[in-house]
């Protein structure tokens, strides 16, 4: 009994250490936070079946990711087939931050304005990844684009969308501190 | 001059959920080096419309997974005496301590240990290599040999121990440590707390807010009554940290140079901008400079020319927030096929000098 203990503690230590980046990962890829919720729970809990004896640490973090990003990916795949399936316009994943209202709208006049100072065609792919949802493969597709010019594009777009942001710091940081609570 | 496009560009990869499990990995390690860091990314994350909180709360999710595995009852007992932030925290503390108190000095629960220090100063052994002293008067409470809860004053002497980073509640103040000498001082009153670093580095966030953190031979002082966090250099003569430049020295090809030296705290802590000078007497042409920093594969890129003057040239060139104090292991590569590499601590608001070694 003592061996289970110790094990489950060094299981909860192990989660606690890693679930919020977990979870944070799962979330870009699915852009659904109650779905990554679900995914990583999942994760854990075939980890935890997995790998009961025993948790070095570097090897189960890289298990972690790993798993994450494989379930991740099984989920987009499946929710591609019930799309098809459907054929009906499924609701657009939100990927907006909620807000008290005044903020959330200031936030994002903010950003749309410095969206349309983005120099072409950095401007283009940044919507068409962010607003249309388009993997980055599928942008350089549309585009006739090479895939590097859409990665390089897209951290261009993140510079500059950055400073106009930190421009507006101490609103920004109001917002952040909220969201410690 | 340095492409910060490089982070940007693994940052938008992430959000754009395009990272594979070792990028995401990587950033993560990123993005924990500092709170500048942190903070960068936070910004980010406010670009790609995410809500970033680095303090998230996993509580919930861990109740649910903890049911799905049907843990035994001893270890859900310890997570219903989990600590919480903020007035439910002082609640909990003051239950335990009443329950473990019970008149003597040094009880011990199933999972916590309360130290209570008399008229005299009273050590506690965290593990083989960390310990503190808790000064007369001082309560201390351990869980899993991490200290966890302090009220009154007292030393830390923490071992460096990647898997064991520390938080210490006391009155409203988190304070956080990876391998470090610190003291706490909290005045009668408890109005004031006084943290001092005299090694290492910790971290201090009042419960809820952003956190600073304090390098060794400053402090910080918190007065609670108006919730103000102030940091301070202490005067301390030869504790400034030269352990990198030591290290460079000792190779023989680099050495660095303090030119800020009273650079005020504010610079230090913000600091997010400085210079690299790289030197070379003989070399008169380009080439490149790249930082790494530990387990990132990426690291942060930089093309230099010397040409300022041919026979002893320099580069001079700033580093900005991504750049923060720490080590950082150097690699230049020219041209003609020379390499030459070394590590630099990179320290806020001072310049560095990387001197290259030439055939």
Not at chain 1, 155 to 164: D, F, H, M, P, V
């Given at each position: 009994?003592?061996?289970?203990?110790?094990?489950?503690?060094?299981?909860?230590?192990?989660?606690?250490?890693?679930?919020?980046?977990?979870?944070?990962?799962?979330?870009?890829?699915?852009?659904?936070?109650?779905?990554?919720?679900?995914?990583?729970?999942?994760?854990?809990?075939?980890?935890?079946?997995?790998?009961?004896?025993?948790?070095?640490?570097?090897?189960?973090?890289?298990?972690?990711?790993?798993?994450?990003?494989?379930?991740?990916?099984?989920?987009?795949?499946?929710?591609?087939?019930?799309?098809?399936?459907?054929?009906?316009?499924?609701?657009?994943?939100?990927?907006?931050?909620?807000?008290?209202?005044?903020?959330?709208?200031?936030?994002?006049?903010?950003?749309?304005?410095?969206?349309?100072?983005?120099?072409?065609?950095?401007?283009?792919?940044?919507?068409?990844?962010?607003?249309?949802?388009?993997?980055?493969?599928?942008?350089?597709?549309?585009?006739?684009?090479?895939?590097?010019?859409?990665?390089?594009?897209?951290?261009?777009?993140?510079?500059?969308?950055?400073?106009?942001?930190?421009?507006?710091?101490?609103?920004?940081?109001?917002?952040?501190?909220?969201?410690?609570? | 001059?340095?492409?910060?496009?490089?982070?940007?560009?693994?940052?938008?990869?992430?959000?754009?959920?395009?990272?594979?499990?070792?990028?995401?990995?990587?950033?993560?390690?990123?993005?924990?080096?500092?709170?500048?860091?942190?903070?960068?990314?936070?910004?980010?994350?406010?670009?790609?419309?995410?809500?970033?909180?680095?303090?998230?709360?996993?509580?919930?999710?861990?109740?649910?997974?903890?049911?799905?595995?049907e843990f035994t009852g001893r270890i859900q007992r310890a997570s219903f005496l989990k600590w919480t932030a903020g007035i439910a925290a002082s609640l909990v503390v003051i239950?335990?301590?009443?329950?473990?108190?019970?008149?003597?000095?040094?009880?011990?629960?199933?999972?916590?240990?309360?130290?209570?220090?008399?008229?005299?100063?009273?050590?506690?052994?965290?593990?083989?290599?960390?310990?503190?002293?808790?000064?007369?008067?001082?309560?201390?409470?351990?869980?899993?040999?991490?200290?966890?809860?302090?009220?009154?004053?007292?030393?830390?002497?923490?071992?460096?121990?990647?898997?064991?980073?520390?938080?210490?509640?006391?009155?409203?103040?988190?304070?956080?440590?990876?391998?470090?000498?610190?003291?706490?001082?909290?005045?009668?009153?408890?109005?004031?707390?006084?943290?001092?670093?005299?090694?290492?580095?910790?971290?201090?966030?009042?419960?809820?807010?952003?956190?600073?953190?304090?390098?060794?031979?400053?402090?910080?002082?918190?007065?609670?009554?108006?919730?103000?966090?102030?940091?301070?250099?202490?005067?301390?003569?030869?504790?400034?940290?030269?352990?990198?430049?030591?290290?460079?020295?000792?190779?023989?090809?680099?050495?660095?140079?303090?030119?800020?030296?009273?650079?005020?705290?504010?610079?230090?802590?913000?600091?997010?901008?400085?210079?690299?000078?790289?030197?070379?007497?003989?070399?008169?042409?380009?080439?490149?400079?790249?930082?790494?920093?530990?387990?990132?594969?990426?690291?942060?890129?930089?093309?230099?020319?010397?040409?300022?003057?041919?026979?002893?040239?320099?580069?001079?060139?700033?580093?900005?927030?991504?750049?923060?104090?720490?080590?950082?292991?150097?690699?230049?590569?020219?041209?003609?096929?020379?390499?030459?590499?070394?590590?630099?601590?990179?320290?806020?608001?001072?310049?560095?000098?990387?001197?290259?070694?030439?055939?």
């Amino acid at each position: 009994l003592d061996n289970q203990v110790h094990n489950e503690k060094s299981f909860e230590a192990f989660f606690r250490k890693y679930h919020a980046a977990a979870l944070r990962y799962c979330q870009t890829i699915v852009m659904d936070r109650d779905e990554a919720e679900d995914i990583v729970q999942k994760v854990f809990v075939s980890l935890w079946r997995v790998k009961q004896s025993g948790f070095p640490d570097a090897e189960g973090r890289a298990y972690l990711y790993r798993s994450v990003y494989n379930a991740s990916l099984d989920f987009l795949k499946h929710q591609k087939v019930k799309q098809a399936h459907a054929k009906e316009t499924m609701a657009t994943r939100s990927t907006q931050i909620v807000l008290p209202e005044g903020e959330q709208r200031e936030l994002q006049q903010l950003i749309h304005r410095s969206l349309d100072a983005l120099p072409e065609p950095c401007r283009k792919i940044f919507m068409l990844n962010r607003f249309e949802n388009l993997k980055y493969r599928e942008i350089a597709a549309k585009l006739s684009l090479p895939e590097k010019k859409v990665e390089n594009q897209m951290g261009k777009a993140l510079k500059i969308l950055r400073e106009s942001l930190r421009e507006h710091l101490p609103l920004l940081f109001t917002i952040i501190l909220l969201y410690h609570d | 001059m340095i492409e910060e496009n490089e982070i940007d560009e693994c940052i938008a990869r992430f959000l754009s959920g395009e990272a594979k499990p070792e990028e995401a990995m990587a950033l993560e390690d990123w993005r924990e080096l500092s709170t500048a860091n942190e903070q960068y990314f936070a910004r980010c994350c406010m670009v790609f419309g995410y809500p970033h909180s680095s303090e998230s709360d996993d509580q919930p999710a861990w109740e649910e997974i903890k049911k799905k595995l049907e843990f035994t009852g001893r270890i859900q007992r310890a997570s219903f005496l989990k600590w919480t932030a903020g007035i439910a925290a002082s609640l909990v503390v003051i239950t335990v301590a009443a329950v473990l108190f019970h008149g003597d000095k040094q009880i011990a629960g199933p999972d916590y240990q309360l130290y209570t220090a008399g008229a005299t100063e009273k050590k506690v052994l965290l593990d083989s290599a960390s310990e503190v002293v808790l000064f007369p008067g001082a309560q201390l409470i351990v869980k899993n040999r991490h200290a966890i809860h302090l009220k009154g004053s007292a030393s830390f002497s923490i071992a460096h121990d990647t898997m064991r980073s520390l938080a210490i509640e006391t009155g409203n103040l988190v304070i956080k440590d990876i391998g470090t000498r610190f003291s706490i001082t909290t005045s009668a009153n408890n109005d004031t707390i006084l943290v001092s670093v005299t090694e290492g580095e910790v971290s201090i966030h009042e419960k809820n807010r952003t956190p600073v953190e304090i390098y060794a031979g400053n402090e910080a002082r918190y007065i609670s009554a108006t919730r103000e966090l102030k940091t301070q250099r202490q005067n301390i003569p030869g504790k400034k940290d030269t352990s990198g430049k030591a290290a460079l020295k000792q190779k023989g090809i680099a050495a660095t140079e303090d030119k800020h030296e009273q650079s005020s705290f504010a610079d230090q802590h913000t600091g997010q901008t400085g210079n690299i000078v790289l030197g070379c007497n003989s070399c008169a042409e380009s080439g490149q400079l790249e930082l790494l920093t530990g387990s990132q594969r990426k690291g942060i890129k930089t093309d230099f020319e010397f040409s300022e003057n041919p026979a002893g040239s320099t580069f001079r060139f700033r580093y900005s927030m991504h750049l923060l104090r720490g080590e950082y292991k150097w690699l230049y590569r020219d041209g003609h096929g020379n390499n030459d590499s070394g590590r630099v601590t990179i320290e806020s608001g001072k310049e560095q000098l990387i001197r290259l070694l030439r055939p």
